[in-house]
């Protein structure tokens, strides 16, 4: 029997347990953070938010200053290649460049739990490889970019 159910918060939670799918929630923040994306290098945070027309799952990458240009030189070609998650890039005054990567799930006409699970799963899946694709790219802000260059002092 098909059962479709316009999803709320609890409803997202109770689908992800089932699922065994790996979440946690913040006291920041009204999403559910996905632990499989969240631990991997170069990912601030992974989201999922339950909103009014849907669910809305996003992650944040943290990119090396350095590779801004080169990197919106390829987002067209990066949204090409993965066309179901809407990739652009976040830049602030107050933090690192960040890739943003995002995708919806339309629910107000409800959604099952075989479609839900497919979303995410299908979303973690090619974020993962948008991932694997910057760090080939040089891309991500490591460790190694964390780490200041010793200075001579000047006499």
């Given at each position: 029997?098909?059962?479709?159910?316009?999803p709320?918060?609890?409803q997202?939670?109770?689908?992800?347990?089932?699922?065994?799918?790996?979440?946690?929630?913040?006291?920041?923040?009204?999403?559910?953070?996905?632990?499989?994306?969240?631990?991997?290098?170069?990912?601030?945070?992974?989201?999922?938010?339950?909103?009014?027309?849907?669910?809305?799952?996003?992650?944040?990458?943290?990119?090396?200053?350095?590779?801004?240009?080169?990197?919106?030189?390829?987002?067209?070609?990066?949204?090409?290649?993965?066309?179901?998650?809407?990739i652009f890039?976040?830049?602030?005054d107050?933090?690192?460049?960040?890739?943003?990567a995002?995708?919806?799930?339309?629910?107000?006409?409800?959604?099952?739990?075989?479609q839900?699970?497919?979303?995410?799963?299908a979303?973690?899946?090619a974020?993962?490889?948008?991932?694997?694709?910057?760090?080939?790219?040089?891309?991500?802000?490591?460790?190694?970019?964390?780490?200041?260059?010793?200075?001579?002092?000047?006499?």
């Amino acid at each position: 029997m098909l059962v479709l159910l316009v999803p709320d918060a609890a409803q997202v939670e109770r689908w992800l347990q089932q699922a065994g799918i790996h979440h946690y929630i913040c006291d920041q923040c009204h999403g559910l953070h996905l632990s499989e994306l969240q631990g991997r290098e170069g990912v601030l945070d992974s989201r999922l938010f339950v909103e009014e027309d849907g669910l809305l799952l996003t992650t944040e990458i943290e990119i090396r200053p350095g590779s801004l240009l080169m990197l919106l030189s390829e987002i067209s070609r990066l949204n090409m290649t993965w066309p179901t998650l809407k990739i652009f890039i976040d830049v602030n005054d107050d933090a690192l460049p960040r890739l943003v990567a995002c995708d919806l799930l339309l629910g107000r006409a409800g959604v099952t739990f075989e479609q839900f699970i497919h979303f995410v799963q299908a979303n973690v899946d090619a974020t993962a490889q948008l991932l694997e694709e910057c760090q080939q790219l040089g891309c991500l802000f490591g460790p190694e970019d964390e780490t200041v260059p010793e200075r001579d002092a000047l006499h």
